[in-house]
């Protein structure tokens, strides 16, 4: 189960010296983050996930994996299963699979201009509604410049967040911010948010106290360059000790990669079952 929690640079001159304020780089990278976010909509991709329950005592008793192919469905993402447990789906599994499919293609095939319309509107309220808090990431913490270290090849920036005292924001869950901290990793050369290591350091409640995910629980995140123009995740990794409602209790870590990036092209054609029969 995921939980998905979530989300540059200004030279200052002084006295003929030049000082890097890490408030400044973030408040960049943030506004950066945001338009990255906008062309990263346009990319399919195959997400692979493992997911390992563990007992009171640590030991694993459950391991479970999946593969999905992220497609762009007339303007919204659908996640295909392709994979259960390392192996491709294969007879009934892939059949059923590829009619469901076909009959949400069916479906929006039949959707008037009006309606059609009127979905992705919803559709892109509620992707902004869940980014939000990512905007209030430079009002929630105290940054510190730890040095400079390598993602993925290129230079970025090293910066210590630990939460602001006092801070209070109006944007829904932004305020869940103020119980995680850790180190975040910024692109010198373009600004963009490329990695975060962050951990909670309080119990954090969701839908009053339908979730909750304890002390100590850990988020891991790296991003990856594509087609030299957009940032796409490359790994997701959480370390949790969750309960949800009042009585399941959930430990273990997810562990979750993506690859076969491509950008979506509006010719592109989703190939039925029945199509692949002929």
Known sequence: MLFALL??????STAGAQTLDPHQIMKRAVSHDQSNWEKSKNYTYISRATVREKDSKGNIRKTEQEAHEVLILFGQSYEKLIEKDGKQLTGDKLRKEQEKLDKLVAKRQKE???????RLAGHEKDRRRQRE?????PNAYNFRLLGEEAVGGRPAWMIEATPREGFHSS???ANILKKFRGRLWVDKSEYQLVRIDAEAIDTVSFGLVLARIGKGTKFFLEQTRVNDEVWMPKTVQVTLDARLGLIKKLQGDVDVRFDSFRKFQSESKIVSTAETQQ
Do not use: D, H, W, Y
């Open 7 to 12: 989300g540059p640079l200004t030279l200052l």
């Open 112 to 118: 008037s201009e009006a309606e059609r319309n009127k």
């Open 133 to 137: 808090f990512a905007q209030e990431i």
């Open 171 to 173: 944007v829904p869950r």
